[in-house]
């Protein structure tokens, strides 16, 4: 019983010795993220000690440069499962790569999409949406396709991954959900799917498209 308990202490010495590490010259305002975080995420977090300082900055990069995107005519402007939205997983999937290495970014992009199934559950708001399984799909497409532009430790200029993953989405060889012209969703045989059918549904009958289907 004695070794057991030793044990046990053991581990919670281990999980805060892991914890501060982590955080050692952290802000607050990175501090009051990762309580943010879901369950998924700190545990990739704390699997990933000496990467996730550098995974948070990633993750605020990617944000930042497909917000800017966004505001710009490369692409559709839609960041809820448009172009812009799988340039945010191709780019932030791209960038990990080149940092932390393939494992801990592909790890990392499963770990987010658990969120969102929890987010889900919960009924919060990822971009304004609930989340569901196709835009999951959509995302897991997208992280791995990121994966391929970069490798490890290698540099590569910002600008030229920025304009690489543009021409790919052009280039259809990413994924986003079929939409219209006015951004409603269609089922894959064209078909308007109307908002009240989508409430509270992980499954539903939103369709997956190449990334250069969609009417601008």
Request: charged letters at 25%; one cysteine or more; aromatic letters at 12%.
């Amino acid at each position: 019983k004695s070794k057991n308990q030793y044990f046990y202490l053991m581990k919670k010495v281990l999980i805060f010795y892991c914890i501060f590490l982590c955080f050692q010259g952290f802000s607050q305002t990175n501090w009051q993220k990762f309580k943010k975080l879901s369950c998924a995420e700190k545990t990739w977090t704390l699997f990933h000690v000496f990467k996730a300082k550098k995974a948070f900055e990633i993750s605020k990069e990617a944000q930042y440069v497909s917000d800017s995107i966004a505001k710009t005519p490369l692409l559709d402007g839609d960041k809820n499962s448009g172009q812009v939205d799988a340039f945010k997983h191709a780019y932030w999937m791209a960038r990990l790569h080149q940092e932390i290495g393939k494992n801990a970014a592909k790890s990392l992009g499963k770990a987010h999409e658990r969120t969102n199934y929890q987010q889900y559950k919960n009924s919060s708001l990822e971009d304004g949406e609930t989340p569901d399984k196709i835009s999951s799909e959509m995302d897991l497409y997208n992280n791995n396709i990121g994966l391929s532009f970069t490798q490890k430790g290698i540099p590569h200029p910002k600008d030229g991954l920025i304009y690489t993953i543009v021409n790919a989405i052009v280039a259809g060889k990413l994924k986003v959900v079929k939409k219209d012209s006015k951004k409603n969703y269609l089922t894959c045989e064209g078909t308007f799917i109307s908002k009240k059918t989508l409430k509270r549904k992980w499954e539903n009958n939103k369709c997956l498209v190449d990334s250069n289907f969609n009417i601008n």
